[in-house]
Nanobody
């Protein structure tokens, strides 16, 4: 499976973005999908995941919404009420483990898209 993330950018605090992750080369609907982020000098951290349910990190609950369109082979992350601490490279990932929250549980990764939030 090949994953291509897009939609990042520079936004002011309080703004919104919608990240997309286009998948190709596999049966998209078969996979559990996740979003992770990595800020400079920090480890990659779980943001959200979706299979038949959705899962969120506590730090993003109520502000981020993960969704998928299996007909379009695309994963989304709607990010609202952005904060400077949300600044990071955001990665999408695909795997076969339900509700996975750790990077090692995913098999395929996109290249990342930069989100920068100014205060």
């Amino acid at each position: 499976v090949q994953l291509q993330a897009s939609g990042g950018g520079l936004v002011q605090a309080g703004g919104s973005l919608r990240l997309s992750c286009a998948a190709s080369g596999g049966t998209f609907s078969y996979y559990s999908m996740g979003w992770f982020r990595q800020a400079p000098g920090k480890e990659r951290e779980f943001v959200a995941a979706i299979d038949l349910r959705t899962y969120y990190a506590e730090s993003v609950k109520g502000r981020f919404t993960i969704s998928r369109d299996n007909a379009k082979n695309t994963l989304y992350l709607q990010i609202n009420s952005l904060k400077p601490e949300d600044t990071a490279v955001y990665y999408c990932a695909a795997g076969t483990i339900t509700g996975a929250r750790y990077p090692t549980q995913y098999d395929y990764w996109g290249q990342g898209t930069q989100v920068t939030v100014s205060s």
